[in-house]
Structure formats: C-alpha cells, structure tokens
C-alpha cells in the first residue's frame, strides 16, 4: 500500500483545512486508517482514527470536537477536515493503515503503512 497525504497549508487560527490521504496499491478498504502529526521538536502523536467501514471513529482529547476524520474505500481515500485551527495543531500530518480492521490504536507502532507528511502551519 502506498499512502499519500495532500492538503497541508498555512492558515490563520480559527480557520479550516481538509487533508486528503489516497491510497494506491493494495486494497486499504479492510483496516482502520489514521492520522497522526508531529510538531517540530516533538514526538509524533495520534490524531484520529477510523475503522475499516467508518462505522466508528476516534479522536485524540486535544482535537475532539474540531476534527473529522472520514473515508470513502470506493475511492481509497481518507480525510481528515480541521476546523477552529489553532498554533498548537501546527505539525506535518501522516495517514497512516493500522494491522486491525475494528480496534483503533492510538500508538504508532500499531500502524505498518505510512504517507509522506503534508505541512500543516497555524499562524496565531
């Protein structure tokens, strides 16, 4: 599977971005797909995550409530919408396809296909 990540861009605080995340190769459709970012200086953290059908969906406290994350498998794709940025969302964000179809995983090393990164900065 490959994974690529779009979207990125610089926004002012309280704006909205929406990343994109197509996936190519192998069929994505039956694992749980996720977002992480990681900002300069510190380790990568989980964002979202969603199950194989979009049935449910999980979020890290820090963006619950701003973020959606989504899919269309007939596409292979994943999204992920951001609203009310803030500077402290600023970071590269990866998609990421996790080994499990229905168990979202907040850790990393759960995940064994990643993107390249796509630039997210938040100006305050």
């Known amino acids: 599977v490959q994974l690529q990540a779009s979207g990125g861009g610089l926004v002012q605080a309280g704006g909205s971005l929406r990343l994109s995340c197509a996936a190519s190769?192998?069929?994505?459709?039956?694992?749980?797909m996720g977002w992480f970012r990681q900002a300069p200086g510190k380790e990568r953290e989980f964002v979202a995550g969603i199950t194989w059908n979009g049935g449910s969906t999980y979020y890290a406290d820090s963006v619950k409530g701003r973020f959606t994350i989504s899919r269309d498998n007939a596409k292979n794709m994943v999204y992920l919408q951001m609203n009310s940025l803030k500077a402290e969302d600023t970071g590269d964000y990866y998609c990421?396809?996790?080994?499990?179809?229905?168990?979202?995983?907040?850790?990393?090393?759960?995940?064994?296909?990643w993107g390249q990164g796509t630039q997210v900065t938040v100006s305050s």
């Open positions: 190769g192998r069929t994505f459709s039956p694992y749980v």
């Open positions: 990421a396809r996790d080994l499990s179809a229905r168990i979202i995983s907040s850790r990393a090393s759960s995940y064994d296909y």
